[in-house]
């Protein structure tokens, strides 16, 4: 059952699909005060779980800590942080009252989930304009399944994008991709994908190329793909302010970038030096945005990532003055009264300033609406912006599309992937935590930088990191410049890197099955435990642990120096090991505890008790894999309904894409 509140006069964000008709009265958990702004108060039980909020910090159990929605590009994801890059504004109660709340509000809202009191909910934001959405169900997992039927189907990707992909900041040249792509087939390592990052551009230009390092980039695209490779480009938010830069002058010229308040464009500096903030919160803007992508499409370009699109702003003109200010003043001190940490902070604050989000305005229906009060709907609305272009340029074509910055509803028009990581053991079982939450928020096609994106990646973590990396439908290493290289041949024992990315390929046809399935039920790819055995009063506390589609449980290895870890099964279940010599073994465990082996260069998985999956033979990349030939792994006599399309168009609801299989 979901019930519907309006509070003032909510914006429109379009997340929500579904028509409702508005509820009289107050919602029958918590208590709403409006004396100022808008503030929920929930009495929580001892044991209570929280879950959802999607792209947050810690854990897949909420409670205990105060949560920010306010995308936010801040690359350091440290345990205190409170918002990343995403605002995914769903919580699932769990416990002696059961049931989910969507907060409908496109700027900063705060979740104290039992921090500030360990048995108070509070959620509050400044505006009471927004729709509360309140969903009963039978339990955690009904509720989330009635939210994502709410928000409209998820984004599907093409097949191929659930090969691997390789990426680093800093390729440039032709070469240097040509290099990637080398490597990669020489040792026999698979690969779908390379991404190009900001290098690629002509001075960082959207929907420009660096003609020097590219005589003729359509060749270099098709001869990419002629080895089954397929060439992703980065697309950030600034457009860059030069003359004669086409998209520069139309967006001016049509009024398409967001404006201040007497009128003149909003200038701010990102890679591109300054640059203007395309609208793409007025439907035109977008459509005219949007339509530049075919820059890259005609020349055989299929698939995106959008970047910077919070918006990142480094700093503005008006910002600036003010640190130069400050800075004078620093010089002209004498010595003793000098305040380095007072300049520090000056100079500090300038990026992501939110005094800078304040100063300019959306057009939307020829409303004038100010940034800050939308702030979070814009990485959303340029993802959006392709999306509704990939619509019009092959209207039955898959394109694969992912965001930095997010809110839900972009979740019908790509996925994301989680922003700046670093090579931290702590960030690999962040990744872990992160997935179900995801999820639950509509994103399924989603993933970390494996191996992290700063600091350096040793070869035992990126090994762990691409064990999990498998079952992340965005498997991607990728690594900022200056850090350590982080392409498997940068490190010794290729064969290791060629036996775990293969496994992914092995299993591609299940995990593209459970993955489609998911997403035209609208239902979970990750679960937390919790779902699968809510009575099971150990696996509900269990985080470090994942449900994988119907068929399978996850126990990924997250420690340094460990040869194993302890698992939980909360029944009996098949462990399969997928051994370096190209065997799998299959070992059936009695619920309980257990400590399992798994080495360095192995991918394990356990099969629910009475179930199977498909495996077929590994290939390099996935245009290549023959899944016709499949062998089924888990319990006999037990039977699995596979999905397979075309990988390519969109015809999802033809029967014919189900086939019984039998073990
Ligand atoms: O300010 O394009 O998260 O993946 O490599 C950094 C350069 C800009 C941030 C992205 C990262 C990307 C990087 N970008």
């Not at 995106?304 to 004078?328: Q, S, V």
């Not at 762990?464 to 350590?484: D, E, I, K, Q, Y």
């Not at 995990?511 to 435990?529: C, T």
Request: negative net charge; glycine residues 8%; aromatic residues 14%.
């Amino acid at each position: 059952m979901i019930r519907k509140y309006n509070y003032g006069t909510p914006f429109e964000t379009e997340a929500i699909v579904k028509k409702f008709e508005l509820s009289s009265g107050s919602p029958e958990f918590g208590t709403i005060d409006l004396s100022e702004g808008f503030c929920l108060e929930y009495l929580m039980d001892e044991m209570d779980i929280v879950y959802g909020l999607g792209e947050a910090n810690r854990g897949i159990n909420k409670r205990g800590y105060i949560y920010v929605s306010n995308n936010t590009d801040d690359a350091i994801h440290t345990e205190d942080k409170q918002s990343l890059y995403g605002s995914h504004n769903f919580i699932i109660l769990s416990g002696k009252e059961t049931f989910g709340m969507f907060f409908d509000y496109p700027s900063r809202i705060t979740f104290d989930i039992g921090f500030t009191h360990h048995s108070k909910l509070t959620v509050s934001c400044e505006e009471a304009n927004l729709s509360l959405y309140v969903i009963t169900g039978d339990s955690a997992y009904d509720i989330v399944k009635q939210f994502r039927s709410m928000i409209g189907r998820s984004y599907i990707p093409p097949k191929f994008a659930f090969g691997f992909g390789q990426s680093r900041w800093g390729y440039a040249t032709k070469e240097d991709f040509e290099k990637v792509a080398r490597e990669h087939r020489e040792q026999h390592i698979p690969l779908d994908m390379i991404y190009m990052d900001i290098d690629y551009m002509d001075s960082y230009k959207d929907f420009s190329v660096n003609e020097d390092n590219f005589p003729d980039f359509k060749a270099f695209i098709s001869e990419m793909k002629q080895q089954n490779i397929r060439m992703i480009p980065i697309i950030d938010a600034g457009v860059k302010i030069e003359k004669d830069y086409d998209i520069y002058e139309e967006g001016v010229e049509k009024g398409f970038f967001c404006k201040k308040e007497d009128g003149s464009e909003f200038t701010a500096a990102v890679w591109p030096g300054y640059t203007h903030m395309p609208d793409f919160l007025n439907q035109e803007a977008r459509t005219w945005f949007g339509d530049k992508y075919r820059f890259l499409t005609e020349q055989g370009v299929e698939g995106f990532w959008n970047d910077m699109n919070e918006p990142a702003l480094f700093h503005t003109p008006e910002g600036l003055k003010r640190a130069k200010e400050a800075a004078r003043e620093f010089i002209q001190e004498e010595d003793e009264k000098c305040s380095v940490w007072g300049l520090n902070s000056v100079l500090g604050g300038l990026a992501n300033n939110p005094e800078d989000y304040k100063n300019f305005y959306h057009n939307i229906d020829g409303q004038r609406v100010r940034h800050d009060k939308v702030h979070n709907l814009y990485g959303y609305n340029m993802t959006r912006a392709a999306g509704e272009a990939f619509e019009r340029i092959d209207p039955d074509k898959r394109f694969l599309m992912f965001s930095r910055s997010s809110y839900i509803g972009m979740h019908r028009y790509g996925g994301i992937w989680t922003g700046d990581n670093k090579s931290w053991w702590s960030h690999l079982l962040l990744n872990i935590k992160m997935m179900p939450s995801l999820n639950m928020c509509g994103f399924l096609y989603s993933g970390a930088d494996i191996g992290g994106f700063s600091e350096n990646a040793s070869r035992d973590l990126l090994l762990r990191w691409l064990a999990f990396g498998v079952f992340t439908p965005l498997m991607r290493n990728h690594s900022a410049a200056g850090t350590r290289e982080q392409e498997f041949y940068q490190f010794e024992g290729a064969e290791d890197f060629r036996h775990i990315i293969g496994v992914r390929y092995r299993l591609i046809p299940y995990l593209y099955s459970e993955f489609m399935k998911a997403a035209l039920q609208d239902d979970l790819y990750f679960k937390p435990m919790a779902f699968e055995y809510p009575e099971d009063k150990i696996a509900t506390q269990i985080e470090d642990q994942l449900m994988l589609g119907n068929e399978i449980m996850l126990a990924p290895v997250y420690t340094q120096n460990a040869t194993g870890r302890f698992v939980y099964l909360p029944e009996e279940m098949i462990f399969v090991t997928f051994k370096s010599d190209g065997s799998i073994e299959e070992k059936r465990m009695e619920k309980g505890s257990h400590f399992i082996p798994v080495s360095l260069n192995e991918v394990s998985l356990f099969i629910r008790k009475g179930k199977c999956i498909p495996v077929c033979q590994t290939a390099e990349s996935v245009d290549e894999l023959d899944t016709t030939k499949l062998t089924m792994l888990g319990y006999e006599n037990s039977e699995y309904l596979l999905y397979e399309d075309d990988g390519v168009h969109k015809d999802y609801e033809n029967p014919g894409n189900y086939q019984e299989m039998k073990k």
